[in-house]
């Protein structure tokens, strides 16, 4: 993965096109309002588990991705574990860039 995922990701974040933080985006896939879930890669078991069975649950892709740290940094916060994508056109463009 290089640095253009954390840019478009950025530019997501600066849109206004993401929620964070586990019980915004439970809520938020519960609306069937995100169209992509991302997770940092060192995020804890249950808490991969959780939203692993969420996503399956709710039809909302999930991917695992770099750390919390380089996700927190690519939206200007601070470290982030759980990512959610609320647009489509973003979500669809991230995904492409992931599944690479």
Do not use: C, W
Not at 71 to 79: D, P, R, V
């Amino acid at each position: 993965m290089d640095n253009s995922f954390h840019s478009f990701l950025g530019l997501a974040a600066r849109a206004g096109k993401i929620k964070t933080g586990e019980e915004t985006v439970l809520k938020q896939m519960r609306n069937q309002s995100l169209h992509l879930v991302i997770v940092s890669g060192d995020a804890s078991p249950n808490t991969q588990k959780k939203f692993r069975d969420k996503s399956s649950f709710y039809h909302v892709p999930l991917r695992m991705t770099s750390d919390r740290e380089r996700l927190g940094q690519a939206i200007g916060k601070e470290s982030r574990v759980i990512i959610g994508i609320t647009d489509k056109g973003f979500a669809d463009k991230l995904l492409t860039m992931l599944d690479e």
